[in-house]
């Protein structure tokens, strides 16, 4: 008998959104092998035709909008507003692929008979998170196929149901067999798929596992890897902000999908002659966020996908006495877990030492820090292992100027949160956070290699020939 995979909803915890077989070794070699069948005539067939079914796809995603969100609301957790504004983005991210994207690796001629092109990979294997179970695998999805590529998608098994939703959407839209494939199943599925045939691996998810996919390719440098993990992400707040929309985007950032965004706020760093009352209106904001569950009207924050996310959150708060910290915010929800409340703890100098302060929680917890000026915020912001996102509020653009390049994170937003990013931008970070291969726009330079071309018209010169190489006429 087939093991399955059951999905079950953390908002009510038992129910069943669907039973899903677990692909073994031998079904992942299956469906490798069908995708690399089926490359030669897709990475062949003309672009329009790729693209026309590739928005098919968008346009029945733009469709079913309504039931798409609903299923990531009850499978992820995650409130209706917050799913329903993921599964807009499928189909904007069709648009983004097909213009934008294919004009990064649109050909390049420099004259002189010297030009470049780009060609597919081949088959790519696709890992899914859970946080963003539709979106952020259809951001490695979409540009795979749109230059050629054939794709073995393997979802988060926290979020199988919303997986198998977007392979009967590309079904549905008529992709012919073996272009996509999917693989259900947890960390043995995905090692099986890491050592197979794939000339490549396209990564969102913890550091942890992004670790160990790099580790299980380190003998096959053929295979590219594009990760994109976590963060501990940083908001500076100075004197002259727009207090209200400091405090908004904070409150939103350390808790917008019950702070499980890899690009959630964990660490701010707060001028010290306003941190009090900073403090004091953030914490009255985070008092007011309505938790609940994900279908229910007006709830802003549903539960963490889990138990075990919740235990984790847990224990990471009571870590937070032993690294310094004061508690000043610890939210019950009234809500048995994995439903969660936001929490803050109030440290009185910049040293991030502990492990409650470099290690990523993913959930809707932060630290709050002091700042003297720019130069200390710019510093504390750098002092982590990670490299992913940064936002700055201050009224004045020379200051922010200050930060751009000092700062090292991939993403770096002013007056606006940590958690805001443009499909048609780089989307990826340093350190522990990425490997230099971002996705959002710049997704299909890693779907694709660069070739380079000396090109002649045949014609043949001897008097080019360099001095001392034998000419016909020296015979």
């Known amino acids: 008998m087939t093991d399955m995979l059951i999905s079950t909803s953390p908002a009510e915890p038992g129910r069943e959104l669907g039973r899903f077989a677990i692909s073994d070794t031998g079904a992942v070699e ?45 499978e992820s957790g995650k409130a209706l507003w917050d799913a329903t504004a993921e599964a807009k983005l499928i189909a904007a991210k069709v648009d983004v692929s097909l213009g934008p994207g294919m004009e990064l690796v649109a050909e390049q001629d420099v004259g002189g008979g010297a030009r470049a092109t780009h060609h597919p990979r081949g088959v790519l294997a696709v890992y899914g998170p859970f946080n963003f179970p539709a979106h952020l695998p259809n951001g490695h999805i979409v540009p795979a196929l749109a230059t050629g590529n054939t794709v073995v998608f393997k979802p988060s098994e926290h979020t199988p149901a919303t997986g198998a939703y977007l392979a009967r959407l590309w079904e549905e839209a008529g992709l012919p067999a073996g272009v996509f494939e ?14 197979s045939d794939v000339d490549g691996i396209l990564f969102t998810g913890s550091y942890a596992v992004g670790r160990a996919l790099e580790e299980a390719v380190l003998d096959a440098p053929n295979k590219i890897l594009a990760l994109e993990m976590g963060g501990r992400n940083a908001i500076a707040v100075q004197s002259d902000a727009n207090f209200d929309l400091a405090v908004a985007e904070t409150a939103l950032s350390i808790c917008v999908s019950t702070g499980q965004r890899c690009t959630c706020a964990s660490r701010v760093f707060v001028a010290s002659d306003i941190i009090d009352e900073f403090c004091d209106r953030l914490v009255d904001t985070l008092k007011r966020v309505r938790i609940g569950h994900p279908l229910e009207a007006d709830v802003f924050m549903g539960p963490l996908i889990n138990g075990e996310a919740a235990e984790r959150v847990e224990r990471f708060r009571s870590l937070a006495s032993a690294a310094g910290g004061e508690r000043i915010l610890r939210i019950d929800p009234g809500l ?8 803050l703890v109030r440290f009185d100098n910049l040293s991030q030492t502990h492990p409650y302060q470099r290690e990523e929680i993913f959930g809707p917890e932060a630290a709050i820090y002091p700042a003297a000026d720019i130069d200390e915020a710019i510093a504390a912001i750098n002092d982590s292992d990670y490299g992913l996102a940064a936002a700055l509020f201050t009224g004045d653009p020379r200051d922010y100027d200050r930060y751009k390049g000092r700062v090292r994170t991939g993403i770096l937003n002013w007056n606006k949160g940590t958690t805001g990013a443009s499909g048609k931008l780089p989307f990826g970070g340093l350190g522990k956070s990425g490997n230099d291969r971002p996705a959002g726009i710049a997704a299909s330079l890693y779907t694709t290699f660069p070739q380079a071309h000396l090109e002649g018209d045949g014609a043949f010169d001897p008097n080019t020939l360099p001095p001392g190489f034998p000419r016909r006429e020296d015979d």
């Not at 897709?42 to 079913?64: C, H, P, S, V, Y």
């Not at 048995?336 to 929490?343: I, K, L, R």
């Open 30 to 74: 299956a469906a490798v092998d069908r995708a690399r069948r089926a490359f030669r005539d897709w990475r062949n067939t003309d672009f329009e035709k790729r693209a026309t079914l590739i928005r098919r796809f968008g346009a029945l995603a733009q469709q079913r909008v309504d039931e798409l969100a609903r299923l990531i609301a009850m």
């Open 182 to 195: 999917v693989v259900q199943g947890g960390s043995e599925t995905g090692r099986a798929l890491a050592a």
């Open 336 to 343: 048995a877990a994995p439903y969660v409340g936001p929490g």
